[in-house]
T-cell receptor, first 114, second 112 residues
Framework: GAVVSQHPSRVICKSGTSVKIECRSL??????MFWYRQFPKKSLMLMATSNEGSKATYEQGVEKDKFLINHASLTLSTLTVTSAHPEDSSFYICSALRGSGEAFFGQGTRLTVV | AQTVTQSQPEMSVQEAETVTLSCTYD???????LFWYKQPPSRQMILVIRQEAYKQQNATENRFSVNFQKAAKSFSLKISDSQLGDAAMYFC?????????FGKGTKLSVIP
C-alpha cells in the first residue's frame, strides 16, 4: 500500500515554544491531507483539512493561529503547534488522500509539552 | 449531525474463535464509504476493510468480513479464526466527500 511518513514520532518541548510536525506522502501525490488529534483511549478527532496551494479548512473549535497548517507541495503538509502549552500534549496523526480516494495514515506524533 | 456509534468499548475473544464488532452510523447521504480501521499499540492506523454503500454484497478480506445493512445503517465487522495479532483498537468510520468520521473505537483483546 501507499506510504505516508510522519516526523517526528515523538517530541518533547518546553511550554511557550513551537513545534513543527511533517507529513509526507512518499509514493503518491496528495492534494488533500488531514490532521487529527487523538487523546488517550479516545477516537481520532479531525482538526483540519489541508489543501495543497490553498488555506487549510479548520474544524469548529480548532484555533487556526495555534495550529498552523502549510501544504506547500503535493507531498508535504506541516502542522506547527505555536506557543505550545501542556494542554496541547497529545497524539497527532496525519493522513493523505490518494487519487483513488483512499486515505493513508502516518505513524503519528506524540507531543509532550513540559 | 453525522455520527458513528460503536456500542462496545471493549471485547475479548479466544484465540481461533470468531468475534463480531458492532457499528451503526447516521447519515442522510446516499453515497458514502464505510471502513474498519485497526490501531495496534504502535498506533499506526491500518485499513482492515472497506465497503461502498452502493454495493449490496458484503466485503470480505481473508479472515475479516462485514455485515452491511444499509437500511438499518449497520456495519459490523466479523473476525474469524482470531489471532493474537488481531488485538488492537478497532475504529469504524464512514467517508463522505473525502472526510472520515470515526466511531469511538472498540478495544479487542485476544485470549491465548
Amino acid at each position: 500500500g501507499a506510504v505516508v511518513s510522519q516526523h517526528p514520532s515523538r517530541v518533547i518541548c518546553k511550554s511557550g515554544t513551537s513545534v513543527k510536525i511533517e507529513c509526507r506522502s512518499l509514493d503518491f501525490q496528495a492534494t488533500t491531507m488531514f490532521w487529527y488529534r487523538q487523546f488517550p483511549k479516545k477516537s481520532l478527532m479531525l482538526m483540519a483539512t489541508s489543501n495543497e496551494g490553498s488555506k487549510a479548512t479548520y474544524e469548529q473549535g480548532v484555533e487556526k493561529d495555534k495550529f498552523l497548517i502549510n501544504h506547500a507541495s503535493l507531498t508535504l503538509s506541516t502542522l506547527t503547534v505555536t506557543s505550545a502549552h501542556p494542554e496541547d500534549s497529545s497524539f497527532y496523526i496525519c493522513s493523505a488522500l490518494r487519487g483513488s480516494g483512499e486515505a493513508f495514515f502516518g505513524q503519528g506524533t506524540r507531543l509532550t509539552v513540559v | 449531525a453525522q455520527t458513528v456509534t460503536q456500542s462496545q468499548p471493549e471485547m475479548s475473544v479466544q484465540e481461533a474463535e470468531t468475534v463480531t464488532l458492532s457499528c451503526t452510523y447516521d447519515t442522510s447521504e446516499s453515497d458514502y464509504y464505510l471502513f474498519w480501521y485497526k490501531q495496534p499499540p504502535s498506533r499506526q492506523m491500518i485499513l482492515v476493510i472497506r465497503q461502498e454503500a452502493y454495493k449490496q454484497q458484503n466485503a470480505t478480506e481473508n479472515r475479516f468480513s462485514v455485515n452491511f445493512q444499509k437500511a438499518a445503517k449497520s456495519f459490523s465487522l466479523k473476525i474469524s479464526d482470531s489471532q493474537l495479532g488481531d488485538a488492537a483498537m478497532y475504529f469504524c468510520a464512514y467517508r463522505i466527500s473525502y472526510q472520515l468520521t470515526f466511531g469511538k473505537g472498540t478495544k479487542l483483546s485476544v485470549i491465548p
